[in-house]
């Protein structure tokens, strides 16, 4: 049995450079979510997919971010022209669906931007 | 918007004390989750409670529902350096936003040996 899957788990990457993260979801959660997580704060919400279709993006996610689950698998976010704001833990979930909404993060991939 | 106001927001303990964390919000959330992160991983989830006035009990820790589903707490007994980390509350909000968790910003514990 393995859990939510993030690679890379650290990157460091100069500012205007673009940068990929991807996400491995619990296999048969179909509800994958981004989370970003800066020093000392709670995880911010910044997207959600229910199987391929992305249903929520927060104000957040300015548009030079973007996410992807294009078979309803894995994820990709997508980072443009990488500022230094941008440094912080980025954290991927999974859950089943349901109400509840019991969701389970991935170890996350911690971006430096310098 | 949803907020959720985790207090305190550090605690320094000696082994052995007993300890509460307090998670309060204005809005009413269908479940609430509390996880822990240790630093440089992700947050591991401990409990979910869904009805108010729930509580939930997990070895030493404690978990309650407020009766209206707008506020939580967590509970340690006899805490023990093992315990040490962040621990963060979330919300579920329901509706047509159901899909997303709102976090306090968390509680800093350290348990000294």
């Known amino acids: 049995d393995t859990g939510v899957s993030q690679n890379p788990r650290h990157k460091i990457t100069k500012r205007g450079q673009n940068v990929t993260f991807r996400c491995d979801p619990i296999?048969?959660?179909?509800?994958l979510y981004w989370y970003r997580q800066t020093l000392g704060q709670g995880p911010e919400f910044l997207t959600y997919?229910?199987?391929?279709?992305?249903?929520?993006k927060s104000r957040l996610l300015s548009d030079r971010f973007s996410a992807e689950r294009p078979k309803g698998s894995f994820s990709t976010l997508e980072i443009q022209r990488t500022e230094q704001g941008d440094s912080a833990m980025y954290l991927c979930?999974?859950?089943?669906?349901?109400?509840?909404?019991?969701?389970?993060f991935g170890p996350g991939t911690r971006l430096t931007v310098l | 918007t949803q907020l959720l106001e985790q207090s305190p927001q550090f605690l320094s303990i000696q082994e052995g004390e007993n300890l509460t964390v307090y998670c309060n919000s204005s809005?009413?959330?269908?479940?609430l989750q509390w996880y822990r992160q240790e630093p440089g991983e992700g947050p591991v989830l401990l409990v979910t409670?869904?009805?108010?006035?729930e509580v939930k009990k997990l070895k030493r820790l404690t978990f309650q529902f407020g009766d209206a589903r707008k506020d939580s707490s967590l509970h340690i007994t006899a805490a023990q350096p093992g315990d040490t980390g962040l621990y963060l509350c979330?919300?579920?909000?329901?509706?047509?936003?159901?899909?997303?968790?709102?976090f306090g910003q968390g509680t800093i514990l350290t348990v000294h040996p």
């Open positions: 979930a999974s859950s089943l669906p349901g109400l509840v909404n019991e969701q389970f």
């Open positions: 296999s048969e959660h179909n509800r």
């Open positions: 997919f229910q199987n391929e279709a992305q249903l929520e």
């Open positions: 809005s009413v959330f269908s479940s």
């Open positions: 409670v869904v009805t108010g006035g």
């Open positions: 979330a919300g579920g909000a329901g509706g047509t936003s159901y899909g997303k968790l709102t």
